[in-house]
């Protein structure tokens, strides 16, 4: 069965730094374009970051652009999505999510989500 699992939330101060993984199984995620989604309380989930499982390219949010970093590593089937200069607006549950296209991972028409990691940011 294919599953990915997300981990690596947790609390952090303003201006500090995470780095979130997920690992896929269960199916071959090397022709799915993977990406990262999050979910404050009280809002809709949205579009964080997105990479091409084979080829590279990677997209972002405007709200993490400069800041957040989507990588793989296609030998451990696991994507990260490094953190940096975190602030109290990016308070959410972060989700790993696969679909058969960046396009379609950057308009939510994912076919596999994780479970979700919560990141808190405090002021």
């Known amino acids: 069965q294919e599953q990915l699992v997300d981990s690596g939330g947790g609390l952090v101060q303003a201006g500090g730094s995470l780095r979130l993984s997920c690992a896929a199984s269960?199916?071959?995620?090397?022709?799915?374009?993977m990406g990262w989604f999050r979910q404050a309380p009280g809002k809709e989930r949205e579009f964080v970051a997105a990479i091409y499982w084979s080829g590279g390219s990677t997209y972002y949010a405007d709200s993490v652009k400069g800041r957040f970093t989507i990588s793989r590593v296609n030998a451990k089937n696991t994507i990260y999505l490094q953190m940096n200069s975190l602030k109290p607006e990016d308070t959410a549950v972060y989700y790993c999510?696969?679909?058969?296209?960046?396009?379609?991972?950057?308009?939510?028409?994912?076919?596999?989500w994780g479970q979700g990691t919560l990141v808190t940011v405090s002021s």
């Open positions: 269960g199916r071959t995620f090397s022709n799915y374009a």
């Open positions: 999510a696969a679909a058969s296209t960046v396009f379609a991972v950057t308009r939510g028409s994912v076919q596999v």
